[in-house]
């Protein structure tokens, strides 16, 4: 569904890929780690508010989680907000699943931390 919703978007049908990806991250079986790697989709393509949405429709579906935190943290960062974007990064530190991510998180935390950009 995530293809086909690119593959719109690519051809201009903007509507109806959003209506795809919505559908696509609210079924049942889909993981929090596939609504933030939609999310971060919506990043790189420079569509802030729409991956901010998905990043809290995950947080609202599936809570305390790792990949939650994380996809807020990037989401509030690229609104420029900071403190929040923070926030979440330190949430997400102690729960990241292996040393690479856990690597990742603290250099997100100490740029945040220094104002700096992650995205």
Do not use: C
Request: proline share 5%.
């Amino acid at each position: 569904m995530s293809t086909k919703a690119q593959v719109l978007s690519k051809l201009g049908r903007e509507p109806e890929a959003s209506t795809i990806l919505k559908t696509a991250m609210k079924l049942p079986g889909t993981t929090p780690l596939e609504i933030h790697q939609l999310g971060r989709q919506l990043l790189t393509a420079k569509k802030v508010d729409e991956a901010l949405e998905v990043f809290q429709f995950n947080a609202t579906k599936n809570g305390d989680q790792w990949p939650v935190h994380v996809g807020l943290a990037r989401a509030y960062a690229a609104k420029g907000d900071t403190k929040q974007a923070l926030a979440h990064a330190q949430k997400a530190l102690p729960q990241a699943p292996d040393a690479v991510n856990k690597q990742s998180l603290e250099a997100m935390v100490k740029a945040l931390s220094a104002g700096q950009s992650i995205n």
